[in-house]
């Protein structure tokens, strides 16, 4: 079946400007995952849902940063005031497993934000 | 505070080379260990789960075991479509709903 699709795969920003990351998880997966990736580091946890209900946003750098998933299927990462720091790949991941069982993560193949 | 440290950075190898690449992990209560591999521009794949001290995975020429404070990748008789990066990551008790990742391994397989 279909994988995590990611919406854009490209993404330029002015700095300052505000700017929303989708994110289409596979069909009835539970949970879903928000990570950061630097360029030539591991991800790095930004935020988790399970279902509908976030859960953990800990990850989350500061307060510019939104997560949501509304009714539990399709995710949104919005950015606002960009800034340079900002620029990496925001990789979306979902898994079939509650957080309690630990399991293998389903990643799409992110968007890479650049802000200028 | 839960780690991963991946070694080494990078590695070089001539096609049909066998070699390994190292994860060594600090965690407070381990649930799983995960080894992904990442393409450029694309996201990590999953390859395996380890649960316990003394498993040990296959796939193809990729073979993944583990310890109490480590786990290796072991690649034998590379191929070039080997290349690639090479993430370890690992759930733990405290770690809540977080997978955490190592830098990765950057692998190069020369024909």
């Known amino acids: 079946g279909a994988g995590v699709s990611q919406s854009p795969r490209y993404k330029v920003a002015k700095r300052g400007q505000d700017v929303a990351l989708r994110c289409d998880p596979i069909?009835?997966?539970?949970?879903l995952f928000w990570y950061q990736q630097a360029l030539g580091q591991g991800p790095e946890f930004l935020t988790y849902?399970?279902?509908?209900?976030?859960?953990?946003k800990s990850g989350l750098p500061s307060d510019r940063f939104f997560a949501e998933r509304p009714e539990g299927s399709v995710s949104t990462l919005k950015i606002q005031r960009t800034q340079q720091e900002d620029s990496a790949v925001y990789l979306c991941?979902?898994?079939?497993?509650?957080?309690?069982?630990?399991?293998?993560?389903?990643f799409g193949n992110g968007t890479r934000l650049t802000v200028t | 505070e839960d780690q991963v440290t991946q070694s080494p950075e990078a590695l070089r190898l001539q096609e049909g080379e066998s070699s390994s690449l190292n994860c060594s992990y600090t965690v407070s209560g381990l649930r799983g260990l995960f080894w992904y591999r990442q393409d450029p521009g694309k996201g990590p794949e999953f390859l395996f789960t380890l649960y316990s001290a003394g498993e040990e995975k296959e796939k193809e020429r990729l073979k993944a075991t583990l310890t109490k404070k480590e786990s290796f990748l072991h690649i034998t008789a590379p191929k070039p479509e080997d290349s690639a990066t090479y993430l370890c990551?690992?759930?733990?008790?405290?770690?809540?709903?977080?997978?955490?990742f190592g830098a990765g391994t950057r692998l190069f397989v020369k024909a």
């Open positions: 991941a979902s898994s079939p497993l509650n957080w309690d069982t630990p399991g293998p993560l389903h």
């Open positions: 069909s009835g997966h539970v949970s």
């Open positions: 849902f399970q279902n509908e209900a976030q859960l953990d």
């Open positions: 990551a690992v759930q733990a008790n405290t770690g809540g709903f977080k997978t955490i």
